[in-house]
C-alpha cells in the first residue's frame, strides 16, 4: 500500500502532467466510445482556435488573454451531448454550451468563475424539419436562425418563425432567452411561440415537454441558456406571413426635427399597425453641410404588406416623419429579412447557408425599458450626453405593444409585456487596445447613468439575452439578495419561480455560469 502510494507520487513529480493535460486525456478516455474524428480539440490542435473564434461573436472575448478551454467537443448527435454530460459530471468538469456565439458576456465559451472548463459546441447540430401540415418546425440547437427562416420558405413563401432580427444568431440560445424579432408586435416572441423541446438534464437523460413537465418547460422559454440543461432542439410554431413585406429607412437629424419626431414616436410606435414595426437607431453623426456634431435618427420599418398600405397606415398615424413612397421598397420577406440583418440587397438568399455573422466587432451593450413617453427636455439632455462623449454608444429603440402587451407576464419568464420601448446601448470598437475599450465603457455607463429617471424602476428591467455582467454574477460568496437584484432585473417575479424550478431540476448546480439561475441555498 505503502510503496504504491510511493511508486504514484513519483510518477507525478516526475511527470509534467499538467491538470489541463489530465482533463483532456480523462474527458477523452470517458468519451473514446463515441468519439468520431473532428469532434474533440485541445489547444494542441492547429485547428483549435479557428474552431473556438469560428462562432465567438464578440471580438473583446477572442482576445490573448479571454481565459481558454481545455477541450472543445463538438457532438454530432443526443448521444454524444449524453456522454458528455455524464462524463463530465463524473469527472468533475465545468462545462460551457455554445449554440450561435452571440452571448453579449462570451459566457458560452469562456468563463470567469471557473478557470478550467469545457466547451461543448453544438455548431455541428443544426437540422431544421418543417412541417407545413401542422405549421410548426423542429430546429437543432445549432442551426441558425437565417438556416431556419430558410428551409421553412422553401417550404412555403407565406410560412415564417417569429424570432431574432439576425440571421447568424444560434436557434439554442436565443430561443431559450426570449427572441424578439421584427415580428413580435403581430405574433410574440420565440420563446411565446414554442411548442416543444428536447433537453438533456444533468443526469444526462433526454426529456420532451411531456416527460420534463410544465414547470421545466415553463423555465426554459425566456429563464435564459444555460441554466436548466442542454437544448438539442425546439419545436416552434409557423406564422403566416405575406409575399410581399416592405422595408424604408428615414433619417432624421436634430436640424430637421428629430426631437419632436422621436417624442411622437413614443407615442405611436407601441400603437401602430401590428404587421408594422418601426424601430429608431440613433447615433451622433456629421451633418452632411458642415464638420458641426449632430445627432440621428433613422427609423427603420418592416412591413407585414405592402408600400400602398404602409404609406396609408403612417399618412395617418405618424405624418410627422414625412414618409415617401420612392422611401419604400418592395421585396419577398425573406428577402427583408436579411436586408434588416445587414446583407447587401445582392445577397442571395443561399447566403443564409452558410451561418455566416455580417459584421464582427468588439463590443459591450446594455438594455433599459420604457413605460412612460420620455418629454423633449429629457431627449434634449440625452442628445447633450451623447455629444458630449468623447465615444457615445449608438442605441437601438424597438417597439413594444400588440401581441406584447395581451401576453400576460407570468405567461413565461420574459416579463416586459407593459412597456412602450426597449432601450438597447450598444459601444462597438475595433482595436484591442484596453484604453479604447475604456473610454467606449465609460461613454455608456454615463449614457445608461442619465437615463435612469426616465427608465423602468424598481426594479430597473434588462433582457436576459442581452446579458450584462455588470448587473451582478453569480460567485461562490454571493448572498441570495444580490443574486436577486439582477435576477429580479431579467425576471421580475418571475425569478422566484425560476430559482424553485432550478432547485428542483438541478439541484448540484451542475449547469451554471456567471449569470445562471442560482439554487435557493446559494
Ligand atoms: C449581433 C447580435 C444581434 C442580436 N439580435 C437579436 C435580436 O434581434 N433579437 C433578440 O432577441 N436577441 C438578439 N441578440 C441577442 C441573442 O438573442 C442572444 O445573444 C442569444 O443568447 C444568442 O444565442 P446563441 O445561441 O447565438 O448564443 P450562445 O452564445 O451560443 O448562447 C447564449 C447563452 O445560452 C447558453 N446556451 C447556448 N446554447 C445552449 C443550449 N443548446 N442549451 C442550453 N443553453 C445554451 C449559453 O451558455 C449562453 O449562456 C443579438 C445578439 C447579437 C450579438
Ligand atoms: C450517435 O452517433 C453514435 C456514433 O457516434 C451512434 O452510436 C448513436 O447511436 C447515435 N445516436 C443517435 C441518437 O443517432
Ligand atoms: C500539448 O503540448 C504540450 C507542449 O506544447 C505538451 O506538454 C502536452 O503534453 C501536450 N498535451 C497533449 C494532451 O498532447
Ligand atoms: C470548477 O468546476 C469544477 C467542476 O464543477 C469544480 O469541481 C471546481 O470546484 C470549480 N472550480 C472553481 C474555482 O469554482
Ligand atoms: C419642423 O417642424 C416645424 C413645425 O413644428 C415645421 O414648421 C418645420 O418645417 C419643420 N422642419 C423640418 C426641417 O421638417
Ligand atoms: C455650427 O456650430 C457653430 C458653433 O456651435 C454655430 O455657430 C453654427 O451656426 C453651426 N452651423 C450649423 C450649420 O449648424
Ligand atoms: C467574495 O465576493 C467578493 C465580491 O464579488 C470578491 O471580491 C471576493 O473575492 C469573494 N471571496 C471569495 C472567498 O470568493
Keep these: 500500500m505503502a510503496s504504491s502510494t510511493f511508486v504514484l507520487m513519483l510518477l507525478l513529480s516526475l511527470t509534467p502532467f499538467s491538470f489541463s493535460d489530465q482533463i483532456q486525456e480523462t474527458f477523452h478516455v470517458c468519451l473514446s466510445n463515441i468519439l468520431n474524428p473532428n469532434t474533440f480539440f485541445t489547444p494542441n490542435d492547429t485547428d483549435f482556435i479557428n474552431i473556438l473564434d469560428s462562432t465567438a461573436i464578440n471580438l473583446r472575448f477572442r482576445t490573448r ?49 471557473n478557470d478550467s472548463f469545457v466547451v461543448i459546441d453544438l455548431s455541428k447540430m443544426r437540422g431544421v424539419d418543417v412541417n407545413t401540415m401542422d405549421s410548426s418546425v423542429w430546429v437543432e440547437a445549432g442551426a441558425t436562425l437565417g438556416e431556419l427562416y430558410y428551409r421553412v420558405q422553401e417550404k412555403s413563401k407565406t410560412l ?14 436565443h430561443v431559450t432567452g426570449g427572441g424578439y424579432g421584427s415580428m413580435m408586435r403581430k405574433y410574440g416572441l420565440a420563446a411565446d411561440n414554442a411548442l416543444d423541446a428536447r433537453i438533456i438534464n444533468s443526469n444526462g437523460e433526454i426529456l420532451d415537454r411531456a416527460s420534463m413537465g410544465e414547470d421545466l418547460f415553463w423555465a426554459i422559454r425566456g429563464g435564459g441558456g444555460g441554466s436548466y440543461g442542454v437544448i438539442v432542439s425546439w419545436k416552434l410554431r409557423l406564422v403566416p406571413v405575406p409575399s410581399i413585406a416592405t422595408i424604408f429607412n428615414v433619417e432624421k437629424t436634430l436640424q430637421q426635427n428629430a426631437t419632436k419626431i422621436l417624442h411622437k414616436w413614443q407615442q405611436v410606435g407601441p400603437t401602430l399597425d401590428e404587421n408594422l414595426f ?8 456629421k451633418t452632411s453641410s458642415t464638420t458641426n456634431k449632430t445627432v440621428s435618427t433613422t427609423y427603420q420599418a418592416h412591413f407585414l404588406g405592402e408600400a400602398n398600405k404602409v404609406m396609408e397606415i403612417m399618412n395617418t398615424g405618424f405624418p410627422e416623419l414625412g414618409l415617401k413612397k420612392q422611401d419604400c421598397l418592395e421585396m419577398s420577406w425573406l428577402k427583408s429579412v436579411m436586408i434588416l440583418s445587414g446583407y447587401p440587397s445582392t445577397a442571395p438568399p443561399s447566403d443564409l447557408l452558410t451561418g455566416k455573422p455580417t459584421f464582427l466587432n468588439y463590443f459591450k451593450a446594455k438594455a433599459d425599458f420604457v413605460k ?56 462597438t470598437w475595433m482595436d484591442d487596445e484596453k484604453e479604447i475599450m475604456n473610454k467606449h465603457v465609460d461613454g455608456i455607463n454615463k449614457l445608461y447613468k442619465y437615463m435612469t429617471r426616465y427608465v423602468s424602476m ?7 439575452n442581452y446579458r450584462d455582467f455588470d448587473l451582478g454574477m453569480n460567485n461562490k460568496n454571493g448572498s441570495y439578495e444580490e443574486v436577486s437584484s439582477w435576477g429580479r432585473m431579467y425576471f421580475k417575479d418571475n425569478f422566484k419561480r425560476l430559482v424553485e424550478i432550478k432547485t428542483r431540476f438541478d439541484p448540484d448546480n451542475f449547469f451554471r455560469h456567471e449569470q445562471s439561475i442560482p439554487i435557493l441555498s446559494a
Excluded at 413617453?373 to 429603440?397: C, D, H, Q, R, Y
Excluded at 424598481?458 to 436576459?464: D, F, G, I, K, L
Aim: proline fraction near 9%; charge should be positive.
Design 458 to 464: 424598481s426594479p430597473r428591467q434588462a433582457y436576459v
Design 160 to 173: 415564417a418563425v417569429a424570432a431574432g432580427m439576425y440571421t447568424s444568431l444560434g436557434a439554442g440560445g
Design 278 to 285: 418601426v424601430r429608431v437607431f440613433i447615433r451622433p453623426s
Design 372 to 427: 412612460e413617453v420620455i418629454p423633449e427636455t429629457g431627449l434634449e439632455g440625452m442628445w447633450k450626453t451623447m455629444l458630449e462623449a468623447e465615444n457615445s454608444p449608438f442605441l437601438i429603440w424597438n417597439p413594444y405593444g400588440g401581441m406584447m402587451s395581451r401576453i400576460p407576464e407570468p405567461s413565461i419568464p420574459f416579463p416586459h409585456r407593459n412597456v412602450l420601448f426597449k432601450i438597447q446601448y450598444v459601444a
Design 65 to 113: 488573454s479571454t481565459p481558454k478551454p481545455e477541450v472543445i467537443f463538438t457532438p454530432l448527435n443526443e448521444t454524444h451531448i449524453q456522454a458528455a454530460v455524464i462524463c463530465a459530471k463524473k469527472l468533475g468538469i465545468h462545462l460551457r454550451f455554445r449554440s450561435g456565439g452571440h452571448d453579449y458576456e462570451g459566457a458560452s465559451y469562456t468563463s470567469i468563475m
